[in-house]
């Protein structure tokens, strides 16, 4: 039987809110503009073979990075909710 810390909860909430959670949501900024970035390469120079398979690994890319980020938001929820923080 553990007695919880408000001091350390305290402490973790704000590390959650005020460095990783907006952290996140930059690597999902920087995801999402690497991928828009790929389809205006793909569609715009789309007569080039070479840089139409460059936009797709962007896209690629900037699609993996999303979810990445996604998941760790929802893990970091997860581990929050799990934790009572």
Request: hydrophobic share 55%.
């Amino acid at each position: 039987m553990s007695k919880e810390n408000p001091a350390i909860t305290q402490v973790l909430t704000k590390i959650a809110d005020y460095i990783v959670n907006p952290a996140i949501g930059l690597m999902f900024a920087l995801a999402l503009i690497f991928f828009l970035y790929g389809v205006f390469e793909y569609f715009v120079k789309s007569n080039d073979p070479t840089a139409r398979v460059t936009g797709s690994q962007h896209i690629l890319w900037g699609l993996v990075g999303m979810v990445i980020m996604f998941g760790a938001y929802g893990i970091i929820n997860i581990i929050k909710g799990t934790i009572g923080v």
